[in-house]
Structure formats: structure tokens, C-alpha cells
């Protein structure tokens, strides 16, 4: 069974760069049918993508965050990580990781991580 | 980028009720569609894909429809678990691959 860890800090301050790491379990992430993807919600808000990546390396970032955001991946540990630059307090967030199963161009996230409350506060 | 918009905000429906949420995209996305639930401190549980086909392991009860622009999902006679918020995603040609802002199902 496909488990998918967060892991990182959980609380940073105004300007640090947010680093992320996502433990792939119970299956291989050098799959040819799924990205691997990072998904955030702020405290009460919906859900916003952040950034997918292939195993191969080949990434998809939302124009939102593409400016200070950096998504990587480790075949040989089964892990793909996040970064994000410059955090304020507009970060604060819960971040998931997900598997992306992709058809054609795009696709669902069909497996979840439990998440990681990251705060950003001075 | 496609702009995925959800009705309603809130829903009230008595358990064993129907419960029918809407999102609409504001372009056609085809069938690239997918429906997510969250229960309070979960994480979202994928429900459908390519509009209408359910998940691995999601209740019959749980159903979706549309193309193009309008998508719906529908939950026959809702049980105590179904009590969530409710997420629409599409998946159509490059990202962004955006949510809908959710729809709230509760206790009537």
C-alpha cells in the first residue's frame, strides 16, 4: 500500500527558505503513469497547488509561486522535496504531498500524505 | 487559468438524504475533472475521476456527472461519514490544475 510522508519544520520565520521532504513508501516513485506533487490549504481556506515533478525531472510549478519555489527528486531515496524562498506570514499553510496519476497533459492526486502545518510568524 | 467555481458554499441535508454540489469551470476542461473529500484534519480523499468514474474502495452511493463546463456529484442517502468538505479539480492540458473553493456538507 502507497504511503506518502511530509516531512520538515514546523514553524519558520519571515524570509527563511521552507524546505520540505516527501517519503515515498510501499511503491516506487520512478513511475511512468504519476507525477509526484506538492498541494497546500491554509488554516480554513481550499486547496492550491504548488508544483509537480516527473521522475525524470521534469517539473510543472503554478505562475503564483514559480518565482521562489523549487520542487527536486530522489529516485535512489524514494523522495521528492519542496522549497520555498522568502516565507511570510501569507505561507502559512498546511502542505500535502500527493501522487499525481497522469492522463495525457495532466491528472488526479490519488494519494495523499497526512500533511504538515507549516507557520510562518516572527 | 481555468477558474473552478463550486455551489453551494454551504450545504445543509439531514442524513439519509440526497446531496447534489455543482462546479463549474470557466472553460470547457472535457471530462478532466476529479472530486476530493476532506474531513476535519485529513487530508483530501480522491472520490472521482474523469468526472465520473469512482475511485477505488468509494461507496456506490457517491456519483458524478458532467462535461465540458458543468460537473456535478452527487451523494445518495448521505451517511454520518459523508459529512465533509467537498473539492472539485481539473486536470485539463497544462497547469495550473486548480481546485474549486469546496462545498461544505453538514447536518441539516
Known amino acids: 500500500q502507497l504511503q506518502l510522508q511530509e516531512s520538515g519544520p514546523g514553524l519558520m520565520r519571515p524570509s527563511e527558505t521552507l524546505s520540505l521532504t516527501c517519503s515515498v513508501s510501499?511503491?516506487?516513485?520512478?513511475?511512468?503513469?504519476?507525477?509526484w506533487g506538492w498541494i497546500r490549504q491554509p488554516p480554513g481556506k481550499g486547496l492550491e497547488w504548488i508544483a509537480s515533478?516527473?521522475?525524470?525531472?521534469?517539473?510543472h510549478y503554478n505562475l503564483s509561486l514559480q518565482s521562489r519555489v523549487s520542487i527536486s527528486i530522489d529516485t535512489s531515496k524514494n523522495q521528492f522535496s519542496l522549497r520555498l524562498s522568502s516565507v511570510t506570514a501569507a505561507d502559512t499553510a498546511v502542505f500535502y504531498c500527493a501522487r499525481q496519476r497522469v492522463i495525457g497533459t495532466g491528472g488526479w492526486f490519488d494519494t495523499w500524505g497526512q500533511g504538515i502545518l507549516v507557520t510562518v510568524s516572527s | 487559468e481555468i477558474v473552478m467555481t463550486q455551489s453551494p458554499a454551504t450545504l445543509s441535508v439531514s442524513p439519509g438524504e440526497r446531496a447534489t454540489l455543482s462546479c463549474r469551470a470557466s472553460q470547457s476542461i472535457s471530462s478532466n475533472l476529479a472530486w476530493y473529500q476532506q474531513t476535519p484534519g485529513q487530508a483530501p480523499r480522491l472520490l472521482i475521476y474523469?468526472?465520473?468514474t469512482r475511485a477505488t474502495g468509494i461507496p456506490a452511493r457517491f456519483s458524478g456527472s458532467g462535461s465540458g463546463t458543468e460537473f456535478t456529484l452527487t451523494i445518495g442517502s448521505l451517511q454520518s461519514e459523508d459529512f465533509a468538505v467537498y473539492y472539485c479539480?481539473?486536470?485539463?492540458?497544462?497547469?495550473?490544475?486548480?481546485f474549486g473553493q469546496g462545498t461544505k456538507v453538514e447536518i441539516k
Open positions: 510501499g511503491g516506487s516513485i520512478s513511475s511512468d503513469s504519476h507525477y
Open positions: 515533478i516527473y521522475y525524470r525531472g521534469y517539473t
Open positions: 474523469g468526472a465520473s
Open positions: 479539480q481539473h486536470y485539463n492540458n497544462w497547469p495550473p490544475w486548480t
